[in-house]
């Protein structure tokens, strides 16, 4: 599908498309862990009235946890093409052949 979108369509095109956008993804889950694992090297004051599940904690608008938020949203968006075009097409393959 990225192919036919291609305005040269050729390899070496299609290779540094591939290339870019998986390099992009990459960054975004690299800023992800570095945020992430950032926020809890120092326990907060109130680590006793917290639980240790990340999901439960309290960051009360910590900017480093609103990067992080922001850079998995940007790096699910930019991944989701390679994710899901492969899959359609193998779908559409073999229940939809014509």
Do not use: W
């Amino acid at each position: 599908m990225i192919f036919k979108e291609l305005e040269e369509r050729n390899s070496k095109r299609m290779a540094t498309v591939i290339s870019i956008g998986s390099t992009v993804a990459v960054l975004f889950y690299v800023l992800v862990g570095i945020f992430g694992y950032a926020t809890f090297l120092a326990p907060p004051l109130s680590y006793q009235l917290c639980s240790k599940n990340i999901l439960q904690a309290d960051y009360k608008g910590n900017s480093a946890v609103q990067i992080g938020n922001f850079t998995l949203l940007l790096s699910v968006i930019t991944a989701a093409p390679i994710c899901v075009l492969p899959s359609k097409d193998s779908i559409a393959e073999m229940f939809y052949k014509h």
